[in-house]
């Protein structure tokens, strides 16, 4: 008794299926792992945002300055942070925890030194993003700061996730924002980055 074999068209049948199958399931992984990445970077920014307001209540309700001796904002804030990792986002490649132009994260420069309760609408107005400068807008090789502001285009959130920037907001919640609907003039904005003051 003969064993039957696969021919050779046979198994190029199988060898086709099989390349079809993955050519489908490839993007979906990838879109699987771009969402694991951004929620690991919303987790980041939510540990970032209870930092935050624990140096606010240890310091009569004041943001914390952009940099003082210890260093820059998140080296202020650092105490109140529990794992070191909160500063990288994962899909940002060129950070540096030296460098105030390769940071993962910007910070609302113009809520620096600011009172809480002079925030207009706490649930409007972004504390921490993605930092840039955006792709479209990339005047810098390094990318981004640490710092976001309203009136220059240098320290701008960036959009690294899938065209969008994670923005966490002063009363805490953290929301996803494709990088073409923050607002930089009019009513809207002011209240986006509570400048004027």
């Given amino acids: 008794m003969r064993n039957k074999a696969f021919t050779l ?11 079809i199958g993955l050519s489908l399931i490839m993007p979906a992984l990838g879109k699987a792992r771009e969402n694991a990445r951004r929620a690991m970077c919303v987790s ?10 624990m140096y606010i209540d240890d310091y ?7 940099t003082d001796a210890s260093g ?5 804030i ?4 529990t794992d070191i990792n909160v500063w990288k986002c994962p899909d940002y490649k ?7 132009a390769c940071q993962s994260y910007g910070y609302n420069r113009h809520l620096v030194n600011e009172d809480i309760t002079a925030v207009k609408s706490t649930s409007k107005c972004m504390l921490v993003t993605d930092s840039g400068p955006p792709s479209s807008w990339a005047v810098e090789k390094e990318g981004g700061r640490c710092d976001i502001m309203k009136t220059s285009m240098l320290s701008t959130p960036g959009d690294r996730h899938s065209g969008g920037v994670n923005i966490l907001f002063v009363d805490g919640h953290v929301a ?7 607002p930089f003039t009019g009513v809207e904005s002011d209240l986006w980055w509570n400048w004027p003051p």
């Fill in 78 to 81: 650092q105490p109140y942070v």
């Fill in 44 to 53: 980041n920014l939510r540990q970032i945002g209870m930092a935050m307001h």
């Fill in 60 to 66: 009569n309700f004041k943001f914390p300055p952009l």
């Fill in 72 to 76: 820059y904002w998140y080296n202020i």
């Fill in 94 to 100: 060129d950070y540096d925890a030296s460098s105030f």
């Fill in 9 to 19: 068209l046979e198994l190029l049948v199988v060898i086709v299926i099989i390349g």
């Fill in 176 to 182: 996803w924002y494709k990088q073409t609907s923050i």
